[in-house]
């Protein structure tokens, strides 16, 4: 008993104040379009098809990347030859639809060349974050109150997801101090944090987890592969894909795995109350 | 005697039949009649152990299947694949089940995948495949497309043993579980609170892994790999790796080599942190829990710093690894171990010192010797159970052949032995670290790959993950192009252990036998 007391003496406490100021050395890739050929060597290195290259009309072409799909395994950015993509430090990451993940950039082909430039960033058809932000709030409003209580729902996960999410509660990142707490039922759950290209084992276990969760109840989708079935695909015989494909999501946090950050960012996002609590320069993009 | 001459010579076989195509890998073709003989002779003659056993279909380019059997020869340093062809017209082969309960679960994943019927099976039931998945459709054959949907079949599922008797009942647990933990279903039969049996549905998060990696270009295949089971991403990543440098020839240089073992040790040993810091929670020790976490987040956070990934995702790759380890990297690397080392120490004193935790852990759920032989169970299981084997040692990949280490070995067989083999596993991971980074050789990072891998070729990958042996056996068809992996997660195997652990402990138990083992649902179900 006596040591265990030194013990924690000795330690102190290891919580920090501020979870977010920490830059990560590598978060998603980050594409200057401006510097882009459109050799298509990023797109080729992709493993998850991130990288969309397409045709639009004759003499235009589009390059898109998405943070849903991304396992963030840096290929692209060693594969291209003109330094236009590079390693992004932002990880924090969360979105309220698929396509605020993507990123798109149109082109011009040179007729007699062939050489693509660069001529403008595609805006993304849809609401934009703040209209997507203040729907969610007001779906939410004043019920969840100043408290979270989260139902982790692995539906399909390698579990490399799961390592990151039970890092949130541990005493560096201590997630309960926000507010925020795991529970063991969904009938206790606000929220449910759902990891995992969907299975087709899993798809009724997840709907029934949902059915059972009480209303207003918000669902986020974490990793790659819940929010587009990452390396292992869309509509395969055994995955069926993003958490979408099945319910309703109301938040997206990328990452192979989203780090602790990023998980918490996501649920804070989910509270709407992200700004209010943090520094606004860590708000999602 | 050549290691294909004696292994020929014992197991009766004419020595022509048995080949060596990669180092280390030896090949038998057989008559799939002759299969049973064979597993009694290899055993008989070598100690070995069940590694794997699976199918490919090669019907498009030999009209037929093949039944394989890993088996590890220890005494040899060497594995052997005995290779059945199936004929199509006639679906089936001998079970060796009821004499090497190791293959049960193998071979139903093969009667499920590939619909070729284990005969005299004991329990010929679908382990893979859910009760509403349609009968005859075989997701791993060539002739089925893996972005197929599949009806579901409308009844009444999971046919649980029942139970009867005054006061005896059923418990039913998950898939979905009260922590953050992966999906399983557990069926407890129990008389009060001691357990009477244990029963597991498993498969929950099938991803279809294996198909997926015939339709992605062998480059790919690498991220599908670390993605198996996301905590051995490392471990995967390695087996895989080996498994393609070994078919394309490639010799990875000896600096990598010693770097893949800085890497996989590290990923033990915040692996083992975690899970003894888990195993305390499980009792509701806080505070050796908390400090295993905030062990757990320090050494995570360096593996960012040091290879700008917390989880070693994207570390290794065919050929070589992608980062190497600066001169600065090594120091704080030596600066983290001197006061990890003394932290580790305090938190193994705070638990075993604790007559309330080793109250708890000792003596239970325990997994005789002999069940554990039966079982073919590996890794840190084994170990515990008294089975002295490990990769590392009996078939060195690497640099563990010119390391100085021991494998720790304890009788119990209990939550408390599964704990001490870990915890002596992250003494030794200090060791083997010690020596990799006081002397890392001075090479290139990677030997290139060439463009195509041969054709109509297999080699078998393997490296001793923190939980126990990952194993790929990877064949390409008559293009080079990937025609079939497949991953052998220890999980596979020690899962039937559990069941053998849990029976005759209370069900308030259970929680800490399960994370004793630790088994991946994910790497289970691939």
Redesign the interface.
């Known amino acids: 008993m006596f ?2 007391l030194v ?2 003496l000795k ?1 102190g406490i ?1 919580t920090e104040d501020r979870p977010f100021d920490a830059r ?3 978060g998603f890739p980050v594409i200057d379009f401006t510097r882009c050929t459109l050799c298509e060597e990023c797109a080729r290195s992709c ?2 098809g991130a990288i969309h290259i397409g045709t639009t009309a004759p003499g235009q072409r589009t390059l898109a990347l998405s943070y849903g799909s991304c ?4 290929e692209c950015v060693s594969a291209c030859p003109d330094d236009a993509v590079s390693a992004g430090r932002a990880t924090e990451v969360a979105a309220y639809t698929r396509a605020q993940l993507t990123q798109a950039a149109a082109f011009d082909v040179d007729p007699v060349t062939g050489r693509c430039t660069f001529r403008q960033i595609e805006v993304q058809p849809g609401p934009s974050l703040e209209e997507s932000a203040s729907r969610l709030r007001e779906r939410i409003e004043g019920r969840l109150g100043r408290s979270l209580h989260v139902r ?16 949130t ?4 990142f201590d997630l309960e101090r926000f507010g925020i707490h ?1 529970v ?3 009938r206790h759950a606000d929220l449910l944090l759902v990891t ?2 969907v ?4 798809e009724i ?1 997840l709907q029934k ?1 949902y059915e059972a969760a009480p209303d207003p109840r918000v669902v986020v989708a974490v990793g790659a592969c819940g929010c587009s079935g ?4 869309e ?5 069926i894909g993003g958490v979408d494909r099945v319910l309703p999501v109301d938040v997206y946090v990328p990452g ?2 989203p ?1 602790p950050q990023a998980i918490l960012n996501g649920l804070l996002v989910a509270m709407g109350i992200r700004e209010a609590r943090l520094k606004p320069e860590s708000a999602p993009v | 005697m050549s290691t294909v001459a004696t292994v020929a010579a014992a197991l009766g076989w004419p020595s022509g039949t048995v080949r060596e195509p990669h180092p280390g890998e030896l090949t038998l073709e057989a008559h799939a009649a002759d299969l049973p003989a064979l597993a009694d002779r290899v055993t008989g003659q070598f100690d070995a152990r069940l590694v794997s056993l699976f199918a490919s279909d090669e019907r498009g380019s030999h009209g037929r299947f093949v039944v394989h059997h890993v088996w590890s020869l220890p005494r040899l340093k060497a594995f052997l694949r005995v290779a059945a062809p199936v004929d199509p017209a006639e679906p089936g082969f001998p079970s060796i089940a009821a004499r090497y309960p190791a293959a049960n679960w193998f071979e139903r994943e093969v009667m499920d995948f590939f619909g070729l019927a284990p005969y005299d099976h004991p329990n010929p039931e679908r382990v893979a495949l859910h009760g509403d998945w349609p009968d005859g459709v075989w997701p791993l054959r060539k002739d089925f497309h893996d972005g197929t949907s599949v009806p579901r079949v409308e009844g009444d599922f999971h046919p649980f043993r029942p139970v009867t008797g005054e006061g005896v009942f059923q418990v039913p647990v998950g898939p979905v579980h009260a922590g953050i933990i992966e999906p399983g279903h557990f069926r407890f039969g129990v008389a009060g609170e001691p357990v009477l049996y244990l029963q597991l549905r498993l498969f929950y998060v099938h991803k279809g892994t294996e198909k997926r990696f015939e339709r992605l270009p062998w480059r790919h295949g690498l991220f599908l790999a670390e993605s198996v089971s996301g905590d051995t991403a490392v471990g995967h990543a390695l087996a895989y790796s080996h498994a393609i440098e070994r078919l394309a020839g490639v010799d990875v240089p000896p600096r990598a080599q010693a770097l893949r073992v800085v890497l996989l040790e590290l990923e033990r040993i915040y692996n083992h942190i975690s899970d003894i810091g888990a195993v305390a929670t499980d009792v509701a020790f806080a505070i050796p829990a908390s400090r295993a976490q905030a062990q757990r987040e320090t050494l995570v956070r360096l593996l960012e710093r040091l290879f700008l990934t917390r989880l070693l995702r994207g570390t290794v790759a065919p050929g070589g690894v992608k980062h190497d380890l600066s001169q600065e990297g090594c120091d704080a690397l030596r600066t983290y171990l001197r006061a990890f080392e003394r932290e580790f120490d305090d938190l193994i004193g705070l638990l075993i010192d604790s007559g309330s935790f080793t109250d708890r852990v000792d003596g239970t759920g325990v997994l005789p010797n002999q069940a554990a032989r039966d079982l073919g169970i590996v890794g840190v299981a084994a170990r515990a159970s008294g089975i002295d084997t490990d990769l590392r040692r009996d078939h060195p990949h690497d640099a563990y052949d010119g390391l100085q280490f021991e494998v720790p070995v304890e009788d119990g067989g209990d939550v408390r032995a599964r704990l001490m083999v870990r915890a002596r596993e992250v003494e030794q991971s200090f060791v083997i670290l010690r020596q990799v980074i006081e002397a890392l050789p001075d090479t290139p990072l990677r030997t290139p790959m060439p463009d195509t891998l041969p054709a109509g070729a297999s080699a078998l990958g393997w490296a001793e993950g923190w939980r126990g042996p990952c194993v790929h056996w990877v064949a390409t068809d008559e293009r080079g192009q990937i025609a079939r992996v497949k991953v052998t997660d220890p999980s596979f195997l020690n899962w039937p252990g559990l069941v053998h652990a849990v029976p005759g402990n209370i069900i308030p138990d259970f929680p800490v036998i399960n994370k004793s083992f630790n088994l991946s649902y994910s790497g289970n179900d691939r």
């Open positions: 040591s265990i013990n924690s330690t290891v990560p050395p590598f493993p998850t396992i963030q395994c840096r982790q729902v692995d539906a399909g996960s390698c579990n490399g997801c799961e390592l990151e999410i039970a890092a509660t541990n005493p560096f795991f063991a039922s969904p995992g290209p299975t087709r084992n899993m276990a987890t990452g390396i292992f695909g509509g395969t015989y055994a995955a192979c795995p780090r």
